[in-house]
């Protein structure tokens, strides 16, 4: 079972946000900080705009940082936003998919309530419980 | 968060099986039933059968059938199985990853219950609740 990078990237941001709320960040700087492509987490920030987790704004002084507090942004919410576009198998995809069984499929309710179960299970902690200062781990 | 193709096959599979235990099935005749590569499927076959889940027999009279009886292969067991090789985030993988974090994240053990509670749900149902006799779904 996988979350695609770009969910795990975008978590990181929002941890590392978390932990200094008042400062705004460049991409640059979170993409030097966590050693990982700028142009990508660019697009991670502009999708976490788009659900409203943070606020972005252009030229000097400017910056990213959290639209709302820590302690009010679930993980369970942030999984939800930035994994929508993906299906967790086949007949879960907008088209429905390929599956032949179709509705005939006892499995598919099964999977969606464990699915559902997961991300109500992430919807018990918060960015705030996991919010990193930028501090590398102890060698 | 998605399952892979793999897995979503491998239930599929075993799926059909479980509708006819007594049945000994082909390959071919598995993928031409779910529309999906023959070539795919063999491959799950063999995977499924590392697993404990099938027994194939080679030649005439040949073919897979479940290997223990369906009610007692749980859809966890088997997502856990299928779904061994990869990793729910980068930090998960088996050389540990290339996140920066390491030992400061906080989030790494929340997403490993959510997914643990993902299986134990899965853990509550089988592969016989799920059973599917090949008849397509009503037009």
């Known amino acids: 079972m996988r979350l695609a990078s770009f969910t795990d ?3 990181r941001i929002l941890m590392r946000l978390a932990s200094d709320p008042e400062k705004r960040f460049s991409t640059a700087e979170l ?10 987490l660019t697009k991670i920030v ?11 704004q252009r030229g000097a002084g400017g910056g990213i940082n959290l639209a709302r507090n820590a302690d009010d942004i679930s993980l369970g919410e942030i ?17 429905g998919g390929a ?15 464990a699915q559902e179960i997961f ?19 102890a060698a």
Not at 99 to 113: D, F, G, I, Q, Y
Not at 123 to 133: E, F, I, K, L
Request: aromatic share 6%; net charge positive.
């Open 9 to 11: 990237y975008g978590m």
């Open 31 to 40: 993409a030097s900080q966590f050693r990982v492509s700028q142009h990508h």
């Open 46 to 56: 502009q999708d976490l705009s788009r659900g409203g987790f943070v606020t972005t």
């Open 79 to 95: 999984v939800r936003h930035l994994e929508r576009r993906f299906a967790l198998v086949e007949c879960c995809k907008e088209d």
């Open 99 to 113: 599956c032949v069984m179709k509705s005939r499929c006892r499995l598919k309710p099964r999977l969606l309530a």
């Open 119 to 137: 991300l109500k299970e992430l919807d018990r902690s918060t960015v705030a419980d996991c919010a990193w200062s930028g501090e590398p781990a």
